[in-house]
T-cell receptor, first 116, second 113 residues
Framework: AQTVTQSQPEMSVQEAETVTLSCTYD???????LFWYKQPPSRQMILVIR??????QNATENRFSVNFQKAAKSFSLKISDSQLGDAAMYFC?????????????FGKGTLLTVNP | KAGVTQTPRYLIKTRGQQVTLSCSPI?????VSWYQQTPGQGLQFLFE???????NKGNFPGRFSGRQFSNSRSEMNVSTLELGDSALYLC????????????FGSGTRLTVV
């Protein structure tokens, strides 16, 4: 089975510091997307950042950036200047594209705590 | 612009009953996907609908079904509920089926007792 692995069940960071969440994945496809979603206690999955596999340049969104290593099938998320509002469960996900059928495969998540 | 709306937010059902969950996508979005989230199994894909047609289905028993209406609203149904069906059910929408990602709702928390 093609999987997404997040090896850190929990992480903590001091407010204003930087933290990196790890993700590795498995795929036999060459064209796919990778995502980081954030799920706060409100339960809604919020898209943090997305990376197109065919783009070599790492995606950035304000304080959030990724380190995409396609050959190593690695996709880590770096959060700079961490804020209390960043505390949440973070999920790494990969899109499948079996023909024209799309779905997301998620990792188990990393619970991020931000300490004041 | 309203987001993805799921109703109800919470639901308690008895084993053996059936349940219907509703999802209204973002206006203009025609693709709707459903996911089940449990502490043990994490997030798992249930199915995807586009233009009232189920395009993709995950590895769930036939007790799980869904449909999409002409206005793109979607419902999922679970019959003969089991304790293990207790989960957060998340709906996500996109303008078209695509690899680029979906916008999720806040989910329906189903508890089976």
């Amino acid at each position: 089975a093609q999987t997404v692995t997040q090896s850190q069940p929990e992480m903590s960071v001091q407010e204003a510091e930087t933290v990196t969440l790890s993700c590795t994945y498995d795929t036999s496809e060459s064209d796919y997307y990778l995502f980081w979603y954030k799920q706060p206690p409100s339960r809604q999955m919020i898209l943090v950042i997305r990376q197109e596999a065919y783009k070599q340049q790492n995606a950035t969104e304000n304080r959030f950036s990724v380190n995409f290593q396609k050959a190593a099938k690695s996709f880590s998320l770096k959060i700079s200047d961490s804020q209390l509002g960043d505390a949440a469960m973070y999920f790494c996900a990969r899109s499948n594209s079996g023909g024209s059928n799309y779905k997301l495969t998620f990792g188990k998540g990393t619970l991020l705590t931000v300490n004041p | 612009k309203a987001g993805v709306t799921q109703t109800p937010r919470y639901l308690i059902k008895t084993r053996g009953q059936q349940v219907t969950l509703s999802c209204s996508p973002i206006s203009g979005h025609r693709s709707v996907s459903w996911y089940q989230q449990t502490p043990g199994q994490g997030l798992q894909f249930l199915f995807e609908y586009f233009s009232e047609t189920q395009r993709n289905k995950g590895n769930f028993p036939g007790r799980f079904s869904g449909r999409q209406f002409s206005n793109s609203r979607s419902e999922m149904n679970v019959s003969t509920l089991e304790l293990g069906d207790s989960a957060l059910y998340l709906c996500a929408s996109s303008p078209l089926p695509r690899k680029g990602g979906y916008t999720f709702g806040s989910g329906t928390r189903l508890t089976v007792v």
